[in-house]
């Protein structure tokens, strides 16, 4: 007998459409509109590969995965509306192979079932296929789907995670998705930006005090550790910690146990430790500013987050979202992107990351006077103010000037830097001197005296 793909699903239409497009990729198929039939043909059949929606009515479909999981039933490819991290990883952790989004293209869905029968022999690779949510933590990129894939194999651990990547990445997200996604999510979610607490209150911000422990300190505090008990304690810009309290905090991580500031009475905690730095741990570990040991001890496992600039698929999906969360939020008339300014969006460098696209898409939803944004609505908007093209221009120049033995190529330089600054304010100002010289922060005196040389360079 031809092993058949069973699809369960409550929903006729999927059901229809995916058999229909397996079947004519050769395979059979057989579908069931509940958990409770798939049981029943259980009893005498074992599918090839088993697709199944998470939601359903009654018994939903994560809990028939775990089911059989423990029977040894597999694959499972899962399928589901609901496609944010949380869903992924509660698949994942299920024991499903593969994930599809719906609505998904048919197509896909059929490469998808196509590898996992081919991967069936072998222990399948974990790997979400298209993750797009409405849900906090965004993306569809295969660099995001590995963080996804992580998230939902690591969370349910108590192992320590270190999250490394440059500022405004998400890594707060993810370690706020690691505890959501734990055991622990019934218990306290505790940040702490080691950064932005001077150092002298560091140690009691972390582990309390006693009343009288130091002048001021009327009563007795709970530190950040005791505030997360049971839960998880996220320590953000690690890296910044100072040495001395990198030695407590390596001792407390060692032994459960610590004591407040100025206290005596030994606290023996239970928090999981997510970590994160936008610097290279390493590089402050050999520079003898940050402890190997402490190191090792947090980076049990990495959750690095790419820049935004090496995942631009991702920049489309992000900013629709930032752009209707904030019109919502701001209670706003919707507004929608065209084409051409999301495609120039997407080629934008965003030194801040995500972060700088959230708030490209606040003004945006502010101030862009239309429904739909245009590309001219983009003028002028820059994230950050990028410098980069001239100045890169202006190396590339030197150094071929300087190559080429020319002399006094700073003097030229300049005149060319005023010309061209000059030249624009006034064709901003419309040829108004006074004007323009305001606009460039010269005296009117200046810009008269420069515009002279420029015109006796000229004539002479
Ligand atoms: N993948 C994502 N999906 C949706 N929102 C995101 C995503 N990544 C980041 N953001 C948003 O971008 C902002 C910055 O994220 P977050 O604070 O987690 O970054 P970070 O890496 O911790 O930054 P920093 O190093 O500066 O503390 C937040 O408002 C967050 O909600």
């Not at 057989?30 to 018994?59: H, K, N, Y």
């Not at 890594?171 to 019934?186: C, N, P």
């Not at 009343?211 to 550790?225: I, K, N, P, Q």
């Amino acid at each position: 007998m031809t092993e058949e793909i069973w699809i369960v699903d409550d929903d006729r239409g999927v059901r229809f459409v995916l058999a229909e497009v397996l079947r004519d990729a050769g395979l059979a198929v057989r579908e069931f509109g509940e958990v409770g039939s798939v049981r029943t043909a259980l009893l005498d059949a074992r599918p090839a590969l088993l697709l199944t929606d998470v939601r359903m009515p009654g018994e939903d479909g994560l809990s028939l995965l775990r089911e059989l999981q423990e029977r040894g039933v597999g694959p499972v490819i899962v399928m589901s509306a609901f496609t944010d991290v949380a869903t992924a990883a509660a698949a994942y952790r299920a024991g499903a192979v593969d994930y599809l989004a719906k609505p998904f293209d048919l197509d896909h869905a059929v490469a998808v079932v196509q590898r996992a029968l081919a991967s069936a022999a072998a222990p399948a690779e974990l790997i979400v296929e298209a993750v797009a949510s409405n849900h906090a933590l965004l993306g569809e990129s295969a660099p995001m789907r590995e963080v996804f894939r992580l998230i939902g194999r690591v969370a349910a651990s108590d192992l320590n995670v270190l999250i490394t990547g440059e500022t405004g990445t998400g890594k707060e997200l993810v370690a706020r998705a690691l505890h959501e996604e734990s055991a622990r999510r019934q218990k306290p979610f505790v940040a702490l930006n080691t950064a932005a607490i001077p150092s002298e209150l560091l140690e009691s911000e972390l582990f309390g005090h006693e009343a009288g422990a130091f002048t001021g300190a009327l009563r007795r505090v709970a530190g950040r550790f005791e505030q997360a008990e049971g839960g998880t304690l996220f320590l953000d810009e690690i890296g910044d910690m100072p040495l001395a309290l990198q030695t407590r905090l390596l001792r407390v991580l060692a032994g459960g146990e610590f004591y407040r500031v100025g206290g005596r009475e030994l606290i023996r905690g239970n928090v999981r430790i997510v970590a994160a730095t936008h610097q290279d741990l390493s590089a402050r570990v050999a520079a003898g500013l940050f402890r190997a040991d402490l190191m090792h001890r947090l980076d049990v496992v990495r959750i690095e987050l790419p820049a935004l600039r090496n995942r631009r698929g991702d920049i489309p999906l992000l900013a629709r979202h930032f752009l209707t969360a904030m019109a919502q939020d701001l209670k706003l008339p919707p507004k929608r992107f065209s084409k051409a300014a999301l495609k120039l969006i997407a080629q934008r460098e965003f030194p801040g990351n995500v972060r700088e696209l959230e708030n490209l898409c606040r003004r945006l939803a502010v101030i862009a006077p239309g429904s739909e944004i245009l590309p001219t609505d983009l003028d002028g908007m820059r994230g950050a103010p990028s410098g980069g093209d001239w100045t890169d221009a202006l190396r590339d120049w030197a150094a071929e000037a300087l190559a080429a033995g020319e002399v006094e190529i700073h003097a030229r330089a300049r005149e060319a830097l005023d010309q061209t600054l000059l030249q624009a304010a006034l064709q901003a100002c419309d040829g108004h001197r006074q004007n323009a010289a305001q606009a460039l922060g010269v005296g009117r005196n200046t810009l008269t005296r420069k515009l002279g040389t420029s015109r006796a360079r000229k004539s002479s």
